[in-house]
């Protein structure tokens, strides 16, 4: 599946939001889900292979050094009736491969990708919604705000780097929006969670959207699960980066990551 840019926009000095259309894009699927995402195929600049290519035949047929990096990015909406499929990038200066694309992403330029897929859409059967994260999930919980209905109760934590970093949510439910800025030092890593802890809960369980860091997020599931009485089907939890790896090393240990973070929900 591909896409070619029709525009793009510097949303915050660390989002860029690229608007796709055209390509594959007319036999696009969407799940019906607000954390949608597409598996991003970049390809190298020296490849010998075109612009629009099947990741799965490059790396059957061409060289390791020509394979194309992986990313994987939260869809910002899909227009069924224009067809255009919006993604938000976090972008840190020229840092990393998705960045430098996004940054330099021109009209006519190609993105490839795999899906898209997704799990989480709000319910209005949940006594309320808990949505926390960071930068990183702003594209699904700005997807899931849109998505709910008037007499519905959200809570939203959002940590980013300061006022300039913030984005309009836009939403028919009663929203209590808080974020939280960051102070550059060791403070960062237990934002999310004190802001967690210090809710009052009152009447009725939440159900959980807790996404972003994946020391943050582990930390504030298992605060969900040991202290606020959750259980696992209250949550969807995901870790999409963490503090002091590239996007790489944290591909290669992901896997492992979650499969212990969920076995300590089986010990709770």
Not at 30 to 54: E, G
Not at 62 to 73: G, K, L, S, T, V
Not at 101 to 109: E, I, N, R, S, V
Request: negative net charge.
């Amino acid at each position: 599946m591909h896409g070619r840019v029709t525009s793009t926009e510097q949303l915050t000095p660390g989002m860029v939001r690229v608007v796709l259309g055209g390509g594959d894009l007319e036999r696009l699927e969407m799940p019906h889900a607000t954390d949608a995402y597409v598996n991003v195929a970049f390809r190298p600049a020296a490849a010998s292979y075109d612009q629009v290519f099947d990741p799965k035949a490059v790396r059957e047929t061409a060289p390791q050094e020509e394979w194309p990096a992986r990313r994987r990015y939260t869809v910002r909406s899909w227009d069924a009736e224009t067809r255009e499929l919006v993604v938000d990038f976090v972008v840190h200066a020229d840092e990393g491969v998705a960045s430098r694309w996004a940054l330099t992403a021109q009209p006519g330029d190609v993105l490839v990708f795999e899906g898209p897929s997704g799990d989480y859409r709000p319910t209005p059967a949940a006594d309320w919604h808990l949505l926390v994260g960071d930068e990183s999930a702003l594209p699904a919980i700005a997807a899931s705000l849109e998505a709910m209905t008037s007499g519905e109760r959200a809570v939203v934590r959002v940590v980013c780097d300061g006022p300039a970093h913030q984005v309009d949510l836009s939403t028919r439910a009663d929203l209590d929006l808080e974020w939280l800025h960051r102070h550059g030092d060791e403070r960062d890593a237990s934002l999310l969670l004190a802001a967690v802890e210090a809710l009052d809960f009152g009447e009725g369980t939440p159900f959980g959207f807790v996404h972003g860091e994946a020391d943050e997020i582990r930390a504030i599931r298992r605060h969900l699960l040991t202290e606020r009485g959750m259980t696992r089907r209250d949550l969807s939890c995901s870790p999409y980066w963490r503090r002091t790896m590239t996007d790489e090393a944290w591909r290669r240990i992901k896997r492992e990551y979650v499969a212990a973070m969920e076995a300590e929900a089986v010990t709770s």
